[in-house]
């Protein structure tokens, strides 16, 4: 029995546990299955990068403070994070992957960085 490309479906010649008969079939499957088919996940996805390169940007050295307005002024939306974190005394945490904050008194943010 002759296996076939996935992509393409030319007969596959070598290992026999080969799916593509080349890279350039590969990569083309991966890139059309992977790719955000819904504008909903592209968005969200988009918004969450945006959402990390900011604190990114303010947060170079793992911890500091910023105001809430230098958030909204970099075009931060506080509705899209990827993660809770709650303390043991209750304080919770907003993470986006390993960039966090803190919502703290007088319209603050405390910006910390989470170790791998």
């Given at each position: 029995m002759e296996r076939q490309c996935l992509e393409c479906g030319d007969v596959i010649k070598g290992r026999i546990d080969k799916k593509f008969c080349a890279d350039?079939?590969?990569?083309?499957?991966?890139?059309?299955?992977?790719?955000?088919s819904k504008n909903l996940i592209r968005t969200i996805n988009n918004r969450l990068r945006k959402n990390y390169r900011i604190l990114e940007t303010l947060n170079p050295h793992k911890k500091t403070k910023v105001s809430k307005a230098k958030l909204i002024e970099s075009g931060f939306d506080f509705s899209y994070f990827t993660s809770l974190y709650t303390t043991k005394i209750g304080t919770i945490y907003y993470f986006v992957y390993d960039q966090g904050y803190l919502p703290l008194e007088n319209d603050y943010y405390a910006l910390v960085k989470r170790d791998a």
């Amino acid at each position: 029995m002759e296996r076939q490309c996935l992509e393409c479906g030319d007969v596959i010649k070598g290992r026999i546990d080969k799916k593509f008969c080349a890279d350039g079939c590969r990569n083309t499957y991966n890139n059309r299955i992977n790719k955000d088919s819904k504008n909903l996940i592209r968005t969200i996805n988009n918004r969450l990068r945006k959402n990390y390169r900011i604190l990114e940007t303010l947060n170079p050295h793992k911890k500091t403070k910023v105001s809430k307005a230098k958030l909204i002024e970099s075009g931060f939306d506080f509705s899209y994070f990827t993660s809770l974190y709650t303390t043991k005394i209750g304080t919770i945490y907003y993470f986006v992957y390993d960039q966090g904050y803190l919502p703290l008194e007088n319209d603050y943010y405390a910006l910390v960085k989470r170790d791998a």
